[in-house]
């Protein structure tokens, strides 16, 4: 097992690693990366080993500041995950879904610059919003 600090500089440096939830909780690994960091490849990695869904988190500000609204009113699953709407870049995309695609949206919504405007609405990609405190006030994503 890596040390806190490891895993920061790793995930600094674009690396992608395994963080694991508290045993409480879904006692699962997420593939983590800096978003900023994704390219086709880490997506293509993702579905094809992590075999689950690809998801973003944002925090509360850039949820707000991209109007992305909570997927749902009442969130009565197990672990209230914060979902919004699902994403697309509003330009630079075919599909939608292809690792490229994923990627090209993923950047888009962590742009330093990014606006509602760049985005639209359903997509392939499932941004979450983070706890304020992120995992040090709430374990699991």
């Given at each position: 097992?890596n040390?806190?600090q490891?895993?920061?500089e790793?995930?600094?440096l674009?690396?992608?690693?395994v963080l694991?939830d508290d045993?409480?909780?879904e006692?699962?690994?997420d593939?983590v ?6 390219r086709?490849?880490d997506?293509n990695?993702?579905?094809r080993?992590?075999?689950g869904?690809i998801?973003l988190?944002?925090?509360?500000e ?10 749902v ?6 672990h209230s ?18 690792a490229?695609?994923?990627?090209r ?9 990014a606006?509602p405007d ?5 997509g392939?990609?499932f941004?979450?919003?983070?706890q304020p405190?992120?995992?040090l ?5």
């Amino acid at each position: 097992m890596n040390t806190t600090q490891e895993l920061i500089e790793d995930i600094r440096l674009g690396r992608m690693v395994v963080l694991l939830d508290d045993e409480d909780r879904e006692n699962e690994g997420d593939l983590v990366m800096a978003a900023a960091h994704t390219r086709p490849e880490d997506i293509n990695f993702m579905a094809r080993y992590g075999r689950g869904l690809i998801c973003l988190t944002l925090t509360r500000e850039r949820c707000q500041q991209l109007r992305l609204p909570l997927m749902v009113n009442e969130n009565r699953t197990p672990h209230s995950t914060n979902f919004t709407v699902s994403i697309e870049a509003a330009s630079g995309v075919t599909t939608g879904i292809s690792a490229a695609d994923r990627a090209r949206t993923i950047q888009c919504a962590v742009a330093t610059d990014a606006r509602p405007d760049d985005l639209v609405q359903p997509g392939h990609v499932f941004p979450l919003m983070a706890q304020p405190g992120g995992v040090l006030n709430r374990a699991g994503h």
